[in-house]
């Protein structure tokens, strides 16, 4: 019997011939990632049980993104921490604020490869799945100890595997898709468990889309979101890191719990609505609901084919009185190019404030934050109650496009009948 995507990550980590799905491994890790939100806290308790350094300075990735910039005297004090401990430990890949949202600059500066297995502080961890590798978010004593030997203690997990047929349609997205499948399947269909991402429609599916779904699995309780490396993989590689890869998925007599086959010709654009993740349904649905935010950007969607999206829908207009647009790129090099290509002056033409590159308000930290009553539609990654501010609040999540839409519109609308009107 053939291993399934994560079981050949995990026997590869595991230094094993292969393993199987409910067997406990200590797997050797490729990369560990933290952020600012718990950087300082674990290397204080590195401190703390007397380690002085850490397994491979140069594997080690540290990124400032959440609180960007600084918002508070207690945010900056967290932050100077962060780089004293930085400088002492010799960690060489650090991303200060401002160079953008650690699972944005992970892939882009060439920290992914597949087959790797990679642990970060923060759950969408599960981003890097997007170019086959296992990556998986864990607990800041996990990371003390991975750390501190760079290898962790690991149950391999069952996957669920959707085969994707059909093209999509215009004006719907690979978000439409996972939020489809959040809506379909529920938010725990894949409770400590891989995703394996594939079939014919996948083909279609570029870098971008695949970081999105990725992204988006952890929402539904994956451990990891997987999609098999190919010839879209090795052309991304070799433009972020200079080297590509040979192909690399599963064995075709791998056994999966499930495997799901998903027509995708037919889907239309799909909304999140208040305040979970898995309720969701066709624009169409909600299409009219008065909205006060329109927010673009997150690990999610605030790649540069994301601002194109919405700069699309946006250009020669105007956004509605009373809605205000937020955008925040996913990275520095994001607004580069979205500057060089006047992608960025069709936004700010349009009426959009545009934040430093970071998390921004999917984090609810600070910029962008919602009162009560108040009600964004925006392209991130969870709509809970409180998560952007006032506990009154409601966030709606969604494509670009549709977000863009809704932003002219002042309430949700389809990206589709922005197009036939453009």
Not at 14 to 34: N, P
Not at 139 to 159: C, F, N
Request: glycine share 12%.
């Amino acid at each position: 019997m053939g291993m399934t995507l994560a079981e050949r990550i995990l026997a590869r980590a595991a230094g094993r011939d292969r393993v199987s799905a409910g067997e406990f491994v200590v797997a050797k890790i490729d990369r560990a990632l933290l952020h600012d939100i718990f950087a300082a806290r674990v290397f204080d308790l590195l401190v703390d049980v007397g380690v002085d350094d850490v397994f491979d300075p140069d594997r080690t990735i540290v990124v400032v993104d959440h609180l960007v910039p600084a918002p508070s005297a207690g945010a900056a004090a967290l932050h100077k921490t962060i780089r004293e401990h930085v400088s002492r430990l010799g960690i060489t890949n650090f991303y200060d604020a401002g160079a953008g949202i650690c699972h944005q600059l992970m892939p882009e500066q060439g920290h992914v490869r597949p087959g790797e297995l990679i642990v970060g502080t923060d759950s969408h961890t599960t981003t890097h799945g997007a170019l086959g590798a296992g990556g998986t978010g864990i607990g800041s004593s996990d990371m003390v100890y991975a750390l501190a030997t760079g290898r962790i203690w690991m149950r391999v997990p069952e996957t669920i595997r959707f085969e994707f047929t059909g093209d999509l349609a215009p004006g719907v997205t690979w978000k439409d898709v996972i939020l489809y499948i959040a809506g379909r399947f529920g938010a725990d269909v894949a409770q400590y468990k891989a995703m394996e991402f594939a079939g014919p429609a996948v083909a279609n599916a570029d870098m971008s889309s695949r970081l999105t779904v990725s992204n988006m699995a952890v929402e539904l309780g994956a451990k990891f979101g997987l999609f098999e490396a190919d010839e879209i993989t090795d052309a991304y590689l070799r433009d972020h890191g200079g080297e590509g890869t040979e192909p690399f998925g599963p064995d075709p007599d791998a056994s999966y719990e499930a495997v799901h086959k998903i027509d995708l010709s037919d889907l239309t654009p799909q909304v999140a609505m208040p305040s979970e993740v898995d309720r969701v349904g066709p624009v169409e649905d909600i299409e009219g609901l008065p909205i006060h935010q329109a927010f673009i950007g997150s690990c999610t969607n605030g790649r540069i084919e994301d601002l194109r999206a919405a700069a699309e829908v946006l250009e020669g207009q105007q956004v509605a009185p009373g809605v205000r647009l937020i955008v925040s790129p996913a990275s520095r090099g994001v607004l580069q190019e979205a500057m060089d290509t006047g992608v960025l002056k069709t936004l700010i033409d349009a009426g959009a404030s545009v934040l430093a590159p970071g998390c921004g308000p999917c984090f609810g930290g600070h910029g962008g934050l919602l009162g009560p009553g108040e009600r964004c539609i925006g392209t991130h990654n969870r709509n809970f109650i409180g998560r952007m501010g006032s506990a009154e609040a409601e966030i709606y999540l969604a494509s670009p496009a549709t977000v863009a839409a809704s932003a002219l519109a002042g309430s949700i609308a389809d990206p589709r009948e922005e197009a036939a009107n453009g």
